[in-house]
């Protein structure tokens, strides 16, 4: 047999394989459970092997195999060394423990070991900790001493500014400055919903266990700690990258145009700050985000221009290879040093010294040298998106793109080639874009294939030499940056029209990691069973064609053929040539393609090998669309004909994911950002300010696999309710939008309404005694408001909605489609000149209803407080009596939501005193009861009379302030399970 069967053409590779598994399964496992998983693959493995070898007539590598085993596990052991390393020293060092440290004061000494960011009123960099004043607070047992931190740590400095004026003075610190702070312990908040971003985990990857708070830039002055020689150089050479970058970043805005000034500076030396915040989010949601992104083609393009200059220079091919890998680590540094950048930065250089040696050969050797050094120095990059998607994509271009290139055979060389590279980069980056991001737009092959070239060829090297001519000779570098701004105007006018093409951004649940292994390895085999049908068809029309030479050159040959040919032919060719020389290359594919070998009988049937691929490619391509379908219509958390409520924690809000059992999605609410700001306070302002439902609710339902929202029901306008719907109607489709029928007496959820008007979405009044069924298993009932305050009595308010807002009046109609009849929403378009009423107290307003499922009973409240709560049971105690009275049998959802207790209540305004009156509780008897509530909030919700309240009722209290998102799962039966992120309830 074969060796290259049993040993690897490419060890390095499989190596880099191997290493990558063993830390793969050491992050997914604890160290007891990889052991134990370890063992059962040995033992199912060793079984296979022996069966294999008794069975059938393999020779197998058992040594290479035992090795590849003992690097796996060495491989799991480095990185769980690592792992238990990565401990904060600070507890031991103040003889304290953690939860007793946070909020203590301190005062420490250090160095800043990174760049500043300054955002509005706050100021942020990590400091690598030389000495600790630990307080008497925080150590009773050596109040006065002094900690020398012989071992040092990184902590993450945030300072909040207490004055304009401070701007100044925090403008003037830098990296390396030795400092002194006092300040107060904080530890970072971890993840409080399912999937969400773990900000604890984030900092600890980046060795950092603690933060400390400062108030004011007073609490900072200059220290004279000092540091070791080799850590005054570091200093001293990041200080200057620093600086330089700051130079070029100012350079940049001064040559190019305001409107993309920002986005050439990330281009160019990586800086992102300054990108305006929708041109990115249109990057983001088209796939270009890569542009940005300092990586392989910026090092190429760079690497080759230097190439070119010192080629012109007549310096000799090695020499310019070798200046050119000496130069390239200036410029990863001065392009920020991300992981992306660092492995392109390697690459370019081992590539370099090979190609001056006439050594370079192979690329995917490189590319896992480099990979292993950068784990073996840092394993924690393994889980750095930047460091995944770069070696990915470079992997997947390397193994990939001759696989398809056979698919664009009929079309010129070149552009194939670009095509190929481009689908290539896109179906490898695939799984990674949706498990982070979660979205893909179906535009993002047109994006990448008409921007990356204008990107690489146009924009990266003219905008460098624009910079680089604007140091020499500033006009003229002022020219060719103004070239460059009208080129990008152009650019953002095509990306601004393709990221607004309707129904093109698809939401994908996140996939597993098996899921993208099976992923990329059914591509594989797909692609690969494809060419080699491919070049089988090629070298059949190769025999063709020389068949038909041969007879057509046998001919115009002498009927009397000669006793003995002569040695030599003769000088003159036949008169008779074919009109038309046939390409050797591609003559099949006029009659035969891949596609028709499946439609005819032949020899290629009777091909053990050809025969295996021509039945293995489709099922496996088959394979592959199923499993991209699963991914798309996966539901995370739930299985079919379940029912999931999610109680989102948003802090101090309410934000509620419904999911019926249809798959049908409605959002109670979407939390909001309250800030309070005085005036003259402007300046504290931040360029990319917090906002829950842009940067929290959005992400969540995109990573559940919430492709749109039946419904979104606003229970009134507050801030801490309606202020994260604007994101989330901005972000994915709406079917339609239940609101009180009121307007706040302010103007801040106009962009909210303007936005629901201009895409189209209908605006229904929920009203006391409207029914909606989602699907046959989902009834809501809303019990307020009542019918008078939706009057849509014309006032002399500036609000209008246009024509195509349906917005419910006060009709209803009887359900005839159902078994029982019931009060069903009648929508009803109001004239242009329709109005609503606006209300200072939304809280009396608020949209309450009761939710059924599976004969499991929720009652939403939104901020109800005592008034409302009374009508509603005044309301619902009059429709009793007057049944009574008349002999009037309601449906059986009506009599249960009268008479019945209920099984969960969103206990109203998030615990406040004036809501969930013991009347209220009286009447519901909730089993279990949800507190929506921000930790440590400035309201002290929920109050401990409410919980009081609640106690005295047997209900079991569930609060997101302690236990994070809250999950209540109900199966067909109608039995329900609850969850809670952190902890039990108490």
């Keep these: 047999m074969n060796d290259s069967v049993h040993k690897s053409k490419r060890p390095l590779v499989v190596g880099f394989a191997t290493w990558t598994a063993g830390n793969t399964c050491a992050v997914l496992l604890d160290e007891s459970g990889f052991w134990t998983v370890l063992c059962g693959i040995l033992v199912l493995g060793g079984l296979l092997l022996l069966s294999l070898y008794i069975w059938l007539p393999i020779r197998l590598d058992y040594r290479g195999l035992i090795l590849l085993v003992v690097l796996f596990c060495i491989a799991a052991l480095y990185w769980h060394w690592n792992d238990q390393r990565n401990i904060s020293q600070l507890p031991t060092l103040l003889q304290s423990t953690s939860s007793s440290m946070?909020?203590?004061?301190?005062?420490?000494?250090?160095?800043?070991?990174g760049t500043i960011e300054m955002d509005g009123d706050r100021v942020t960099f990590p400091l690598v900790l030389y000495r600790l004043?630990?307080?008497?607070?925080?150590?009773?047992?050596?109040?006065?001493?002094?900690?020398?931190?012989?071992?040092?740590?990184?902590?993450?400095?945030q300072l909040k500014l207490a004055a304009e004026k401070e701007l100044t003075t925090a403008a003037q610190w830098r990296r390396g400055d030795r400092i002194q702070l006092h300040?107060?312990?904080?530890?970072?908040?971890?993840?409080?919903?399912?999937?969400?971003?773990?900000?604890?985990?984030?900092?600890?990857?980046?060795?950092?266990?603690?933060?400390?708070?400062?108030?004011?830039?007073?609490?900072?002055?200059?220290?004279?700690?000092?540091?070791?020689?080799?850590?005054?150089?570091?200093?001293?050479?990041?200080?200057?990258n620093d600086d330089t970058r700051e130079r070029l970043g100012l350079q940049v805005q001064r040559i190019f145009q305001p409107l993309d000034s920002g986005y050439m500076e990330g281009l160019l030396i990586g800086l992102t700050d300054d990108i305006d915040a929708e041109t990115f989010a249109s990057f983001s949601r088209l796939g270009l985000t890569h542009i940005l992104a300092i990586s392989g083609l910026h090092v190429a393009i760079y690497a080759g221009l230097l190439l070119w200059m010192l080629r012109a220079m007549r310096l000799t091919k090695e020499t310019a290879c070798y200046i050119v890998m000496l130069l390239l680590p200036i410029y990863v540094l001065l392009t920020g040093a991300s992981p992306s950048a660092i492995r392109a930065g390697l690459m370019g250089m081992i590539g370099l010294y090979l190609a001056g040696r006439g050594q370079l050969k192979d690329g995917l050797h490189i590319l896992c040298a480099v990979g292993w050094g950068m784990?073996?120095?840092?394993?924690?990059?393994l889980l750095n998106i930047s460091f995944q998607l770069s070696f990915i994509v470079t992997a997947g271009l390397i193994i990939y793109v001759?696989?398809?290139?056979?698919?664009?055979?009929?079309?010129?060389?070149?552009?194939?080639?670009?095509?190929?590279?481009?689908?290539?980069?896109?179906?490898?980056?695939?799984?990674?874009?949706?498990?982070?991001?979660?979205?893909?737009?179906?535009?993002?092959?047109?994006?990448?294939?008409?921007?990356?070239?204008?990107?690489?060829i146009l924009v990266l090297p003219i905008g460098t030499l624009a910079l680089a001519v604007s140091y020499i000779w500033f006009p003229a570098g002022y020219w060719l940056g103004h070239a460059v701004s009208w080129l990008n105007s152009w650019c953002f006018?095509?990306?601004?029209?393709?990221?607004?093409?309707?129904?093109?951004?698809?939401?994908?649940?996140?996939?597993?990691?098996?899921?993208?292994?099976?992923?990329?390895?059914?591509?594989?085999?797909?692609?690969?069973?494809?060419?080699?049908?491919?070049?089988?068809?090629?070298?059949?029309?190769?025999?063709?064609?020389?068949?038909?030479?041969?007879?057509q050159a046998s001919k115009v040959q002498p009927a009397v053929q000669p006793?003995?040919?002569?040695?030599?032919?003769?000088?003159?060719?036949?008169?008779?040539?074919?009109?038309?020389?046939?390409?050797?290359?591609?003559?099949?594919?006029?009659?035969?393609?891949?596609?028709?070998?499946?439609?005819?009988?032949?020899?290629?049937?009777?091909?053990?090998?050809?025969?295996?691929?021509?039945?293995?490619?489709?099922?496996f391509g088959s394979i592959l669309i199923i499993m991209l379908n699963s991914w798309y219509h996966a539901s995370p958390y739930q299985s079919n004909h379940e029912a999931l409520l999610q109680f989102l924690d948003i802090g101090q809000g309410d934000s509620i994911l419904i999911t019926t059992p249809d798959q049908k999605h409605i959002l109670v609410d979407g939390g909001g950002t309250v800030r309070f700001r005085k005036p003259g306070d402007e300046w504290r302002e931040r360029k990319q300010p917090y906002e829950v439902g842009a940067k929290l609710v959005v992400p969540l339902l995109k990573k559940r696999g919430v492709h749109q929202l039946d419904a979104i029901i606003s229970t009134h306008w507050d801030q801490d309710?309606?202020?994260?719907?604007?994101?989330?109607?901005?972000?994915?489709?709406?079917?339609?939008?239940?609101?009180?029928?009121?307007?706040?007496?302010?103007?801040?959820?106009?962009?909210?309404?303007?936005?629901?008007?201009?895409?189209?979405?209908?605006?229904?009044?929920?009203?006391?005694?409207?029914?909606?069924?989602?699907?046959?298993?989902?009834?809501?009932?809303?019990?307020?408001?009542?019918?008078?305050?939706?009057?849509?009595?014309?006032?002399?308010?500036?609000?209008?909605?246009?024509?195509?807002?349906?917005?419910?009046?006060t009709n209803v109609q009887k359900n005839t489609q159902n078994t029982h009849d019931s009060i069903t929403i009648k929508p009803t378009a109001h004239p242009v000149a329709s109005l609503l009423p606006r209300k200072e107290d939304q809280n009396l307003y608020s949209v309450v209803f009761m939710l059924d499922i599976y004969g499991r009973h929720f009652l939403f409240t939104g901020d109800a407080n005592f008034t409302e709560e009374r009508s509603i049971l005044n309301e619902w105690d009059q429709v009793s009596a007057t049944n009574t009275a008349h002999n009037i049998n309601t449906d059986s959802m009506t009599a249960s939501l009268v008479s019945t207790p209920i099984d969960v209540l969103k206990v109203g305004h998030h615990g406040s005193k004036t809501s969930t009156s013991p009347e209220w509780l009286s009447y519901w008897q909730p089993q279990m009861s949800v507190i929506s509530a921000g930790v440590n909030n400035i309201y002290g919700h929920p109050k401990s009379e409410v919980l009081d309240r609640l106690h005295d009722v047997g209900s079991t209290i569930f609060r997101t302030d302690q236990q994070g998102e809250i999950q209540m799962l109900i199966d067909t039966n109608g039995n329900m399970q609850t969850r809670t992120l952190l902890h039990s309830p108490q």
């Design 563 to 619: 006793a003995v040919q002569p040695a030599v032919q003769p000088a003159v060719q036949p008169a008779v040539q074919p009109a038309v020389q046939p390409s050797p290359l591609r003559p099949l594919f006029s009659k035969v393609s891949v596609a028709r070998l499946f439609c005819k009988r032949g020899i290629h049937w009777q091909i053990p090998w050809l025969r295996n691929r021509l039945l293995i490619m489709p099922v």
């Design 402 to 456: 001759p696989l398809f290139m056979p698919l664009l055979s009929r079309l010129p060389f070149k552009l194939a080639s670009a095509l190929s590279v481009t689908i290539v980069a896109q179906l490898i980056s695939f799984p990674l874009t949706i498990y982070y991001f979660n979205q893909f737009s179906l535009l993002s092959f047109v994006a990448n294939f008409v921007l990356v070239p204008v990107s690489s």
């Design 133 to 157: 004043h630990p307080s008497s607070k925080a150590s009773s047992t050596n109040p006065s001493s002094t900690i020398e931190l012989h071992k040092h740590e990184t902590v993450w400095v």
């Design 493 to 551: 006018i095509l990306i601004d029209w393709l990221d607004h093409v309707p129904y093109m951004l698809s939401i994908w649940s996140s996939p597993g990691i098996v899921g993208m292994l099976s992923y990329y390895t059914l591509l594989y085999i797909t692609l690969r069973c494809f060419r080699d049908i491919h070049h089988w068809l090629e070298q059949q029309a190769m025999s063709q064609y020389i068949v038909r030479q041969h007879s």
């Design 102 to 113: 946070i909020e203590q004061p301190t005062q420490a000494e250090g160095e800043i070991a």
């Design 375 to 381: 784990l073996l120095y840092e394993p924690y990059y």
């Design 721 to 809: 309710h309606a202020g994260g719907l604007l994101a989330v109607a901005d972000q994915i489709p709406v079917k339609q939008f239940i609101f009180n029928g009121t307007l706040p007496d302010d103007d801040k959820q106009n962009k909210l309404i303007q936005t629901l008007l201009d895409r189209h979405i209908p605006m229904y009044a929920a009203s006391s005694g409207l029914q909606w069924k989602p699907d046959p298993d989902t009834t809501l009932i809303f019990l307020a408001p009542a019918l008078s305050t939706n009057s849509t009595t014309l006032t002399n308010e500036k609000i209008k909605f246009s024509q195509s807002s349906a917005i419910l009046n």
């Design 183 to 240: 300040g107060t312990w904080k530890e970072a908040g971890g993840a409080r919903n399912f999937g969400a971003f773990d900000y604890k985990e984030y900092l600890r990857l980046s060795h950092i266990h603690w933060m400390i708070d400062v108030k004011g830039a007073s609490a900072l002055r200059l220290s004279d700690i000092q540091l070791s020689q080799w850590s005054s150089i570091q200093s001293r050479i990041l200080r200057w």
